[in-house]
């Protein structure tokens, strides 16, 4: 680990970049709640993480703060987001006008959302597997506090934190995309690489610089 990703309020996260050799776009992944056992090195994280990278993404992973070797503590979804934010930042100063996308899974999809709308942001994002209605989350943010940006969401029929129907109502309250993919649940065994390009397709929408 470097000095390469500290926040503003002066955490230091473990990161880890993955860059084929020829780069079109950037990727940022966020993991699922420290707490459950979310980190950056998650199954479903890696594989996503391959996918990306074989269809031209540099991808930047980082462990929340209180995860892994990273400092601090968690901080109930509050925090997190100026970890989300020193990602971005150290994403766009080591790959200066590419484009960017964001993307996280369960907990991760709901702060990077809330990334999203506290910085107006147009970046595009995917949001796997969001708990919509779980007490496990901070409440997602609503349309009027977000910038117009291509965002889609991807859920399994079988989600045990979240119905598609629920999914789809928020989704289309804020004007995104849903994928649903049947038979799979909150972890998409099996269904790993389809949830990576589906995440490249929606992350590959727009410019995102």
């Not at 955490?11 to 709640?33: F, G, N, T, Y």
């Not at 703060?65 to 100063?93: C, M, N, P, Q």
């Amino acid at each position: 680990m470097t000095d390469g990703l500290r926040t503003s309020d002066g955490v230091l996260l473990e990161h880890k970049w993955s860059q084929p050799e020829r780069i079109d776009r950037v990727a940022i992944l966020c993991h699922p709640h420290p707490l459950h056992g979310g980190s950056m090195s998650a199954p479903l994280m890696r594989r996503v993480n391959n996918v990306l990278t074989g269809r031209g993404f540099a991808v930047l992973r980082f462990n929340f703060r209180g995860v892994g070797t990273s400092e601090g503590k968690f901080g109930g979804g509050v925090s997190e987001v100026l970890d989300i934010e020193a990602a971005v930042d150290l994403a766009r100063t080591t790959h200066p006008g590419l484009p960017i996308g964001i993307a996280g899974w369960s907990f991760g999809s709901v702060t990077a959302l809330r990334w999203s709308a506290q910085h107006r942001s147009d970046l595009p994002y995917a949001g796997i597997a969001p708990p919509v209605g779980s007490d496990l989350i901070l409440e997602l943010p609503e349309m009027r506090h977000l910038a117009d940006a291509p965002r889609t969401f991807i859920i399994g029929d079988a989600d045990q934190f979240a119905t598609v129907e629920d999914v789809e109502t928020y989704a289309a309250s804020i004007g995104a995309r849903v994928e649903v993919l049947k038979g799979s649940d909150h972890f998409f065994f099996t269904k790993e690489g389809v949830v990576g390009d589906l995440v490249a397709d929606a992350l590959a929408a727009g410019s995102g610089a």
